[in-house]
């Protein structure tokens, strides 16, 4: 196997451990009629919150069917009384399988497997995901690439505006560099922040370290934007575009696209069918590799499952 692609999959596995969460969320929701439930929060939307109970399993509950609290089992009972309609925030997790295709450095059909996480509260934002896929076609090219991303933002329930952090591990055995890490700190902007809609803007300056044919550090800089639209339960919209000048050369630049759309299928076990087309494009290449191109165009559909 080659040794690049053996380092990514040991790498990718070491950090899929590393975030896997030490608490388990557990709650109490007491009942108009007057029944109480213990267990452990699964999902949660405006209408309705999904939890699993030891003796009766996966129980999906309507919110007007509750009476005006869910507290952790373990939190002072005097909070019982209080107006609780929002439960508390958890992490999400989402596993994904998908088939697609890449028009760029490589033309066929590919297999696609990630990982992601996310968590909001009124004062953090997380965002962490992991992908990786590789051609199903038997040829001579290894064209294997794959990513490790993690987003953090700071928020301030005062005010639209957050920091951010921001830390990527990119492998493409296509790419004259291999391998690359990038680092970013900045500003970012919650334009519109409402309950089926969001639009964020960043800027930052951070740099990236490649290793391989191309072994250097440079510094760039960071301005994109993302939107997320839920229209309704069923449907979500997400979409990204980031632009990463190099500050060493203006001249020189990359870009990073994203349009996916999610459609659950059932909402009570987490499952979905996810589409992406992400659009990858980068001024700098090496001219002597005849199959290395300025852009990478990949598009695929699956099916995730989140719990």
């Not at 070491?14 to 999902?43: E, F, R, T, W």
């Not at 997380?126 to 896929?133: E, G, L, P, S, V």
Request: proline share 3%.
């Amino acid at each position: 196997m080659n040794s690049d692609l053996l380092y990514f999959r040991l790498l990718l596995i070491y950090l899929l451990i590393m975030i896997v969460p030490d608490k388990v969320l557990s709650a109490q929701i007491c009942l108009k009629n007057g029944d109480c439930l213990h267990g452990q929060i699964v999902d949660q939307t405006e209408t309705m919150v999904t939890i699993q109970h030891s003796n009766l399993g996966l129980l999906v509950i309507p919110l007007d069917e509750t009476v005006a609290l869910s507290v952790p089992v373990d939190a002072d009972p005097t909070v019982a009384n209080s107006d609780a309609k929002e439960l508390p925030e958890q992490w999400k997790h989402r596993v994904f399988l998908g088939f697609g295709g890449e028009e760029g450095n490589d033309v066929g059909f590919h297999v696609k497997t990630g990982f992601s996480s996310s968590y909001e509260d009124d004062f953090d934002r997380w965002n962490i995901t992991a992908r990786y896929h590789f051609e199903t076609e038997d040829n001579e090219k290894d064209d294997s690439k794959g990513h490790f991303h993690i987003t953090k933002d700071w928020l301030n329930p005062e005010t639209p505006w957050l920091y951010f952090l921001q830390w990527r591990y990119h492998y493409d055995s296509f790419k004259y560099w291999k391998h690359r890490v990038t680092f970013f700190v900045g500003l970012g902007y919650d334009f519109v922040k409402l309950d089926n809609f969001d639009f964020i803007g960043r800027a930052g300056i951070g740099g990236s370290r490649t290793r391989g044919v191309d072994d250097r550090l440079y510094p760039e800089g960071l301005l994109g934007i993302e939107m997320a639209w839920r229209p309704n339960e069923i449907n979500e919209l997400l979409t990204e575009v980031t632009v990463y000048p190099d500050l060493g050369d203006l001249a020189e630049f990359r870009t990073y696209s994203k349009l996916e759309w999610r459609v659950k299928l059932d909402a009570a076990r987490g499952v979905s069918i996810r589409s992406s087309i992400e659009h990858e494009y980068e001024s700098e290449i090496n001219e002597n590799e005849d199959d290395e191109r300025h852009f990478d165009l990949t598009y695929f559909w699956g099916v995730e499952l989140e719990f």
